[in-house]
């Protein structure tokens, strides 16, 4: 049983494969596919494999600060509302 190579794709694609995928195989059939084995990679394997496929890195995503965050619950259309009716008390 053999899996497709992987291939490097653009930031946001999913991986092509074709045949089974890891997690649908076996223990027994795992290693093999992977070329791995229960003691793992050796340092060239994994060092071959950093080269060809890239670092085992999450890109961060930007985000709104937390404070923004926070005074949005204040602005919503509801709150807003809320705000008003208290106004002229």
Same mark, same amino acid.
């Given at each position: 049983?053999?899996? $497709?190579? +992987?291939?490097? %794709?653009?930031? =946001?694609?999913? !991986? $092509?494969?074709? &045949? +089974?995928?890891? /997690?649908?195989?076996?223990?027994? /059939? ?6 791995? &084995? +229960? /003691? =793992?990679?050796?340092?060239? /394997?994994?060092? $071959?494999?950093?080269?060809?496929? =890239?670092?085992? @890195? !999450?890109?961060? @995503? &930007? &985000?709104? +600060?937390?404070? @923004?965050?926070?005074?949005?619950? %204040?602005?919503? !259309? ?5 705000? $008003? ?5």
């Amino acid at each position: 049983m053999t899996i $497709a190579k +992987p291939e490097t %794709f653009p930031q =946001g694609q999913a !991986l $092509a494969r074709e &045949g +089974p995928t890891p /997690e649908t195989l076996s223990n027994r /059939e795992v290693y093999p596919a992977l070329r791995s &084995g +229960p /003691e =793992g990679l050796t340092q060239s /394997e994994a060092a $071959a494999r950093i080269d060809q496929y =890239g670092p085992n @890195v !999450l890109a961060e @995503v &930007g &985000g709104k +600060p937390l404070i @923004v965050k926070l005074l949005a619950n %204040f602005t919503h !259309l509801m709150a807003l509302l809320l705000w $008003a009716r208290e106004w002229p008390c």
